[in-house]
């Protein structure tokens, strides 16, 4: 999703809270700056819908996959932020000032765009990184049939590039029963030259 409104000045979280009860559309707080979010093209869309999809009819014992609506407290970065969707292990944990966010997600899921890339695999990225509960954050084009995979190893690190895995090849996720395949993520959605099949 696009950040394309900004509130004119600094603001508390309880004034962000404040501001997400009472609107239609969904807002970031990133230091004490409210964004407002954008909705995505078709494609966006579509892409993020067969990813709810295929992730739930593999999830493993306890784990749920949750909407782009779920919202996620960032506390090492002070920072509250939405994904394309997510999965968490277990319950839902909440820190004590907002009942609403989690912070504790297994999965994060992106779909990219031209005007979002640099932060969902930049500031956005870091900040989800910093949950220690996180083992992997998804990127997927929307305009290519290539997915990028950033895993958590078992020592906690994070690799300074992710997996890129495109059109032919699977890849796997932490918490799910089978790998899934590039070709299943695009299907219907984009042809084999990356074209939308939408349009």
């Known amino acids: 999703?696009?950040?394309?409104?900004?509130?004119?000045?600094r603001t508390s979280y309880a004034e962000y809270l404040e501001v997400e009860r009472g609107?239609?559309?969904?807002h970031e707080f990133l230091d004490g700056v409210v964004v407002a979010m954008a909705g995505g093209s078709d494609e966006h869309n579509a892409i993020?819908?067969?990813?709810?999809?295929?992730l739930g009819v593999r999830l493993g014992a306890g784990c749920r996959y949750f909407t782009p609506d779920q919202r996620f407290w960032i506390a090492a970065r002070t920072r509250s932020r939405y994904s394309d969707g997510s999965v968490i292990g277990g319950k839902p944990e909440h820190p004590p000032h907002d009942g609403q966010a989690?912070?504790?997600?297994?999965?994060?899921?992106?779909?990219?765009?031209?005007?979002?890339?640099?932060?969902d695999d930049g500031d956005k990225r870091q900040d989800f990184q910093s949950l220690p509960t996180l083992r992997a954050y998804l990127l997927v084009h929307q305009d290519e049939r290539c997915v990028r995979v950033y895993r958590r190893s078992d020592a906690g690190a994070w690799p300074?590039?992710?997996?890129v895995v495109r059109d032919g090849g699977a890849f796997a996720l932490p918490g799910l029963t089978s790998?899934?395949?590039?070709?299943e993520v695009f299907a219907d959605i984009l042809d084999a030259g990356g074209r939308s099949l939408l349009r």
């Open 1 to 9: 999703m696009e950040a394309t409104r900004r509130l004119p000045r």
């Open 23 to 26: 609107s239609a559309h969904r």
């Open 48 to 54: 993020a819908g067969r990813l709810a999809m295929l």
């Open 102 to 119: 989690s912070t504790n997600p297994v999965i994060i899921v992106e779909v990219l765009s031209p005007s979002t890339e640099g932060t």
């Open 160 to 163: 300074a590039e992710p997996e």
């Open 179 to 183: 790998e899934l395949a590039v070709a």
